[in-house]
């Protein structure tokens, strides 16, 4: 139905930056909300930041004032810029949608495959 693809991640030494992308396509109605989560080794995925349709935006406390979350309505694209990488960024990042499909009556959530960003000296 629904298909989320993220880019963008690779490896960068501490303080440096990267942007990733996500993608959505498919029989897409109307895109709720999208967001980034992350999961690192051993570690319980956790949410890093969201953007609802309105615009509002969150972060989680571990990355307000580093990261921003954006979207590119027209190309269904949300992108998630990070400055200022710690190690502790070591994850691999998940794109996630709340999405209601066409003729669809309730919305349904989906997930991208993931991207590892490896922060390291």
């Known amino acids: 139905q629904v298909e989320l693809v993220e880019s963008g991640g690779g490896l960068v030494q501490p303080g440096g930056s990267l942007r990733l992308s996500c993608a959505a396509s498919?029989?897409?109605?109307?895109?709720?909300?999208m967001d980034w989560y992350r999961e690192a080794p051993g570690k319980q995925r956790e949410l890093v930041a969201r953007l609802i349709s309105g615009g509002s935006t969150g972060y989680a406390d571990s990355v307000k004032g580093r990261f921003t979350i954006s979207r590119d309505n027209a190309k269904n694209t949300v992108y998630l810029q990070m400055n200022g990488l710690e190690h502790e960024d070591t994850a691999i990042y998940y794109c996630?949608?709340?999405?209601?499909?066409?003729?669809?009556?309730?919305?349904?959530?989906?997930w991208g495959p993931g991207t590892q960003v490896t922060v390291s000296s």
């Open positions: 996630h949608a709340n999405v209601n499909v066409q003729q669809m009556g309730r919305p349904y959530e989906f």
């Open positions: 498919g029989s897409i109605f109307r895109i709720n909300a």
